[in-house]
């Protein structure tokens, strides 16, 4: 994408995000353009009469007038300036939604990866520190109408003080008719801007630009070492082990670039002087201003009334010109935050190639087999599933053990679409399961993950992961996973907000508790698949085993597959699989498993030696 | 309102602390308010100068030099103020900074129970806000005093420079910048009042956009297609954010009206009276300029010292919560305390203890008496919410009975130097602190003059140093991404082995484990069952677990229930007794013995 495409994009993308931001921001630039010189331009009618012939009448009227205009004028600067906040401040929340939709539609595997997520970070801090983004493409917008309007009204303000020719009898003073003057002026105008600004931009390219991962590395130190104690879970751990050393050591550290022999020292020296200079050159500017204004004035080109109003003019002239050229340099440093931007948002998706559709089966007929499954996670060279071959029989239930890192977890997140395999091919009644529309494909998959969860929303919702529920349902699931007594001792019942992050009316469930509700989330979606990791791992022996003691009737018809790391539940199981260092090294029944040495044994021994009597 | 903190004493407070802290906030503040006031005046004297030379006739040279002196002296002015503004915000920031220090240090410090306090939790909340941001009272105090101080001055200075004129003329504009003040005073309460409501939209935002970035959630998001859910919650909190901004921007123009008004009245009067002054004493033109942009000015000054002191008020106020928070009562002895001394066996004895946390109505722990022998290896079991967890955290300290005491080696623990006490404990909790530092940082828990051999060992005997290995970085690898980017992710299994390395490290004389080995396999979890005597030789030893198969190495169990020992004794003691416990062992059993059916 060239600069002109990208900016159309960007410009097209956050219209149709926040439609009526540009119209305010426009309307309102337009205004607060051509205020400035509209001031001037009253201020001056009067002070040309008062240092003219100062008749009262007219100084009457031209008074009422200008308080009346100006006052108007402030009025619709007050109602333009609140109608763009408003955009701007909707701005936020919409450009959020740009990128939640994005996040959403990712597929998993780029979830997981860092890059996406620096990506992500990157993007939202260099708005947030510098404006840089989106939201920089408002600013430039805003910028370039305003400043553009202002000049062409200095312009029509103060043509005059070039324009009006000192008289010819004036012979000395011939000389200030020269067309050279305004060029100079010009020049000068633009050359002071350029060089401000450049000074500027050497000043942030010196301290902030390039060492942008530095500061936001400081910042990010700050706040985690700064605020670390708020984490109430940290609380115990940080009194018992006194992490207050370890804070502090880090904490005094964390300031980086921002300690005293970093930034400050800059702009203690070069970096203020240079800026300092940057905005001092305007006093010199003016000066010159005065000087030319003052001896045409004299030379009598004009009236000394006039002075005002073209000193005014091109003062505000001057600032616009060095708003408009610091436009320019913001279109280009904004430039490849807007690539950034688009980066993340062009990420492309592989999941969503498929276009069949699954069959709405009432008999639970799918046929799911693993044919030499191998599976690497991406930048890595270690296989986590080695030409796995597993065929889940229709409506059992499967054991699926192993060490922490042989695979278990792996392969669900391969059932379930959320990586695909490098080799090797997963079927549903015999067709690869990439052809299938993902969402038909997702549909026949229910899962209760290790790390589950469930959002700070009703508890309805959760369990029908919609803002619709059929309560009847709702209630029927809850049930089936023991639920029901909490259930009633809910004020609320099915509309109890879950956690406190938005209220004190919220509830926080026990680990036991909440698992029954993702339990349950799982059943409400009713797939011909279910599939539990490490259902039991929070719970005490009793929950554990009134758990285990349901999921014969709640696993029903469907195909049921289990990861626990305790080896009991396997004795529920129909079949079990051990996966050991990526292999599919037994399959079989437990009697089978626990006849044969190997692997499964060995699991199985190190847990039960301690429960023989 | 709290009387020991009114906004005059916190103001007070505030500079004095600066005076501790950032002395040279002193010199700043008068040097950039003055700066301001004479930018601003040179800025008011330039045109009517001149322009009184062109006007008079003056010689050229005359014009030449007025115009040399006033653009050299904005020159000076325009770079003076530039290089404070440049300069100025690094005294804040660091009084901010040293503001959160003392914030970390109470917070990681204060008595353990404080943690427990729905009040200390809400006062911490809103004292970690106002040290959030430069924007917030705690630094931006300091800008407002500024501008309070430079408002002031130039009030003064113009005043001198208006003082020929009717004070009458003052006094009306004065009123109108009031009436302009009370209006913006009332649209700041309508926000001020209307700010939760915001709070309340935007965490709900956030929320929404947390959940769509975690990995964590992202799993569950796409398995369950909440992505329409979740679009619908933000479709709708868009629709009540937009209503609410519309509320607000209708508000503010409100405000913006009346002051328009005050506005245009002022500029009316000034006017009136200053043509009318010109035309009767023959003011000159420059001599108009001058007195009329002194007026406008001077009103801008009487605005500013209204507004600046408004804030000021406010954000003293709001410093309230820093002050209470920092001067919260703590109920543990610190320094005060007596050394419990170090490297001990310790023995403990629960004499009729009670406990009950923080706005709770039943005890978790009722009428509880206990002997541990030193050296003594003791399992606790028992079901969610026994009250297991609550026993430990009474012994190490965390937790002060309400009733009866808890006596280490004979001395109560309440007399003891807390944190000197702490460290004859080595723990492991379920709840874990892990900041990103360093692995080795993380089991030495020491910045720098670490062992690292014994870093090393402990990090072997907890079952750890292989998954270390397999790290680029090793032992030097930061952990988490909070902050560094190369930082690394351990699972929860990782995680708990190393907490296990980091309390071995520390070697306490008292080991306390809190169900280690709940994220744990099989295999990695029977290893740390047959380490457990090495791990806990020479110390006392309490041991908490879900799994009754960890229990057989202690020499005692007890088997908790509703804050009570149920049954206590030895495995095969409480197995011959065929009670609770045994019930228990048999639930978790049942499904490892052979040839039993389920």
Known sequence: MNRKELYKRAFQDVHRACPGLFLSVASSALLEGIAPYVTVWFSSLILIELSGMRRPDVLEKRIIMAVAILGILSLMRIVFKQWKEYHQNDYFPRRDRIFIEKMFSLDYEDMEKQSIHDLRLQIAQSEMYQGFGYLKLIEIFEKAIQNTLGILCALFLSVQLFSARVPSE??????????????????LMVSLAVFSGKLTAKTTEEYMSLLTEEVSEANRAFGHFG?????????????????????????????????????????????????????????????????FTCLKAIAGAFGIGEIMRYVGAVTAMNTNVSGLIEVYGMIAA?????????????????????????EKRSDRQYDIEFKNVTFRYPNTDRNVLDHVNLRFKIGTRLAIVGENGSGKSTLIKLLCRLYDPQEGEILLNGINIRKYNYKDYIQLMSVVFQDYQLLSQPLANNIAGNSEYDEERVVHVLKEVGFEERL?????????????????????????????????????????????????????????????SRLNEIVADRTAVFISHRLSSCRFCDEIIVLDKGHLVQQGTHEQLFKTDGKYRELWNAQAQYYRT | MNKRYTSLKNTGWMLKEAWQLQRILFFVIPISAFTGVILNCVQLYIAPRIIRCAETGAPLEKLIE?????????????????????????????????????FAEKTNETSYINTLKPDFLQMREKVASLLSSNQQPCQHFWTTLTQLFMNLIG??????????????????????????????????????KRRREEEKIDNRFGYIRRNSEAIAAAKDIRIFSLQKWLLNIHESLLKTYDSFLYKKGKERCLGGLVE??????????AYWYLIHLTLQNQLSTAQFILYFQAFTALTAWISGILEQFSILHREAQELTALREYLDYEEPYLFEDGADPGHGLQCGFVFDHVSFRYPGSDKDIIHDFSLTIQPGENLAVVGLNGAGKTTLIKLMCGLLDPDEGTVFMNGTDIRSLNRRKYYELFSAVFQDFSILDVTIAETISQKADQYDLERVRQCAALAGVSHDIEQIPGQYDAHIGREVYQDGVILSGGQMQKLMLARALYKNGS???????????????????????????????????????????????????????????????????????????FDVQSRYYQEGKEY
């Open chain 1, 170 to 187: 004036n012979t000395a003073w011939q000389f200030l008719n020269n067309p050279v003057f305004p060029i100079i002026m010009i020049i």
């Open chain 1, 227 to 291: 605020f670390a104690g708020l984490d109430t879970k940290k609380s115990v751990d940080i009194r018992l082990y006194h992490q207050q050393d370890l804070i502090k050591h880090y904490w005094k550290n964390s300031l980086g670039v921002f300690g005293p022999s970093g930034m400050p020292k800059y702009y203690r020296g070069k970096g203020g002087m240079l800026l300092g200079l940057s905005v001092a050159l305007n006093g010199i500017f003016s000066a010159l201003l005065y000087l």
């Open chain 1, 334 to 358: 904004n430039e490849i935050h807007l690539q950034r931007i688009y980066e993340l948002l062009d990420t492309p998706n592989h999941m969503y190639q498929g276009s069949l559709t699954t």
């Open chain 1, 488 to 548: 009633k001792s809910l004020q609320s019942g099915l509309e109890t907000w879950l956690n406190k992050d938005f209220g004190e009316e919220g509830v926080i469930l026990s680990g036991g508790e909440a698992q029954k509700v993702a339990i349950a989330r799982a059943l409400y979606k009713d797939a011909p698949f279910i599939i539990l990791d490490e259902p039991t791992a929070s719970l005490d022996p009793i929950a554990e085993a009134e758990i285990y």
């Open chain 2, 66 to 102: 007025t115009i040399l002196i006033y653009g050299g002296l904005l020159f000076v002015m325009l770079f003076l103020q530039k290089y404070i503004a440049e300069n100025e915000g690094f005294p804040r920031m660091y009084f901010r900074e040293s503001m959160i220090s003392k």
């Open chain 2, 155 to 192: 009030f003064a200075v113009y005043l001198l420079i208006l003082s020929s004129l009717d004070y009458r003329m003052i006094l009306l504009s004065s009123f109108t910048c009031v009436i302009g003040f009370l209006a913006n005073l009332f649209t700041d309460a309508w926000e001020f």
């Open chain 2, 260 to 269: 328009t008004v005050c506005v245009v009245l002022r500029n009316s009067i």
């Open chain 2, 510 to 584: 008292v080991l306390l484990l809190d169900e280690p080995t709940a994220a744990l396999d099989p295999l990695a979890e029977s290893s740390i069952y047959q380490s457990y005597h090495e791990m806990s030789a020479g110390k006392t030893s309490v041991f908490i677990s879900h799994r009754l198969a960890s229990t057989r190495f202690c020499d005692r169990i007890l088997f908790l229930k509703d804050g009570k020992i149920l049954e206590e004794g030895t495995h095969e003691e409480l197995m011959r007794r065929k009670g609770a416990y045994a019930d228990l």
